[in-house]
């Protein structure tokens, strides 16, 4: 029997219907007359719930099925009688994919974010990364939707370059030479290098982008970039994604519409699309999250000027405000709590 | 005025209206009346034609907007009078954005892919170029289209990376040691890398796509990819995007169905978005291009085993077909020209 998504089993009202959902076990318990199994197979934060009869299966396979295996279960789609669900299955027939040792590290609940970074390889099947990667492919969606819409072509920017980008920032080196016979010959023959030259990971498209938009129009790049920095702040990341419009014959004041606007779509799209994770988001890690994304979307964003910038900030100095990098005035730069101070 | 892109403008039928647009010249010939700029915009590989009476502009300067100048037209949308062209703008005002010398290496037609290699920072504005890149672009949004409609979920899978990934190819090594430094020292200290080992740049994000699948259910990567093989191929790059989708509970059955779905899906996205970009190719590059991707579109894809392939080989063979690769029989790898013949 074809295989039945947990997100759209759930939201079927085929009562009656026979279905197969296939999955991860999140949990099983058992009461006095049947086994429950929460199944989940990543297509939604959502559980289906699995009610499993003694006649099913044999009372030692069953005890098998712990947090982590994965099985199919083929029953009947009913009304749940529990709280919190739409629908479960009426299991009539349970096959085991693969069974899960007891020291399977995501067990139901609550490990902090240190102990999930050692198991990377699971980390994924976890309610907050679940939430997290697919709230990620629904940004990236909603980024390449907004930029083809209003007319932006995609441009893949080189990763390997020989330029520097206007120093952005420092650089991972890329190289074919054995760094072995390097050390051994005590020369490094750039010539015999694959590209013939000094090569590094990209800390920018911006270069190759503006060629794009004398010639496309208007492109954006996103894609990986790269950041050698010995840096450990939250802020830094060696390797990450980054979208980088470029266009020609825009005036400033078009530019700042297409910021405000890009970002509103983007916001949108995850409230409208990301519902469910959002939700767990804003329920587990930030009280605020959703509140703070709608206002987003409402509000009108501000536009001032450098120098009415500055003024607010030295107001603020004035009237007592902190800041750990000081406001020197008008021909400073900005500093990331200067920012958000102002936003 | 705000500008309209020529994209938008060849469609309009507000003859009459005052609009302007802005681009770079593609040509520009003077009859006895009036003079005949083609203005492109890269917003469409067409030109609008802009119409340009002797009372708009000092003669001089108007003989100076010559192949490659960057123009603001302003003037009314009429009808065209000439074929190939639906409406042109009957000029009011030019301004001149900037000029182009008569040495600007992508004149008007017919450079060769070798020549135009020497300018790829140029070669963007050729119609060509201009072609591939506003078809690639496409490609990538029907691509994230695709999967996302069919609820797979985009997956970032790392570029740096120390896997070798079963082996696929010859790798770039990714380092922030000084390699003057090694050579001096005469040894190399992994341990003062960056990320304290040997790491390279990925050349498949497969493993990773492996794991998210299994908890995400259907994922795929769109990424760069690279290999650092010394191979001067058509088919070798060192540095390609590639999309590897990696899907649990998938039948093979299912698996043939969704692989032929998706180039259907990405031909069909082209032939109705990429029109008139995929006719200038058929036209001048290859005339069987649209009939070729019109016949995917339509045919049903053949399905046959590894075995029936190998013996339609043996019998190719006997029927006197030459292939540079022997066919030894059953057990051995298919080269890209048998696999070509198969289908």
Redesign the interface.
């Known amino acids: 029997m074809k ?1 039945v ?1 947990v ?1 759209d089993a759930l939201v079927s009202t085929d009562y009656g219907k026979n279905i197969t959902v ?3 076990v999140r949990s099983h318990r058992s009461s006095k007359a049947v086994d429950f199994i929460a199944l989940n ?3 939604t934060i959502k559980n289906i719930q699995v009610v499993v009869s003694p006649e099913v299966m044999d009372a030692e396979q069953l005890k098998s099925i712990t947090t982590g295996a ?1 099985i ?1 279960a083929t029953g009947t789609l009913v009304e749940s009688q529990g709280a919190g669900q739409s629908v479960e299955v009426q299991a009539q027939e349970i096959e085991i994919y693969g069974l899960c040792p007891s020291d399977y590290p995501m067990q139901k609940k609550g490990q902090s974010f240190e102990y999930m970074r050692q198991y990377a ?1 699971m980390r ?2 976890t309610n907050t ?2 939430a997290v ?2 709230i ?2 629904n940004m ?2 909603a980024v ?1 939707r907004y930029f ?1 819409e209003h ?1 932006f ?4 920017t ?3 370059t020989a330029s520097d980008a206007e120093g952005a920032g ?1 650089m ?6 054995d ?2 016979r ?7 023959e750039y010539e015999k290098d ?1 590209f013939g030259k000094k090569t590094s ?1 990209t800390v920018s498209g911006q270069l190759e982008g503006e ?2 938009a ?5 492109v954006y790049t996103f ?2 970039t ?1 950041r ?1 920095e ?1 840096s450990n702040t939250p802020r830094h990341l ?2 990450f ?1 980054m979208i980088e419009p470029e266009v ?2 825009m005036e400033q004041e078009e530019l700042m519409d297409l910021e405000e606007d890009f970002i509103k779509y983007c916001v949108n799209w995850a409230l409208t699309n990301c519902k469910d994770d959002l939700e767990f988001l804003n329920n587990m890690i930030d009280k605020s999250l959703i509140e703070t994304l709608e206002s987003v979307v409402k509000e009108s964003f501000v536009r001032l000027t450098y120098t009415e910038g500055i003024k607010i900030l030295e107001e603020a100095v004035k009237a007592g405000r902190k800041f750990e990098f000081p406001v020197k005035g008008w021909g400073m730069d900005l500093s990331s709590e200067h920012e958000r101070y102002l936003v």
Chains 1, 2 share one sequence.
Request: charged share 15%; proline share 3%.
């Open positions: 295989r998504k997100v296939m999955g991860w197979d990543g297509s994965c199919r390889h994924l099947r990364f679940g990667f697919r990620r492919h990236a969606i390449h083809h007319g072509y995609y441009f893949h080189p990763i390997i420092e991972f080196q890329v190289t074919t030479l760094l072995d390097v050390a051994k010959s005590g020369t490094v694959f990971l060629l794009g004398t010639a496309l129009g208007a894609g990986p790269f050698a010995n060696a390797e994604w020609a014959f």
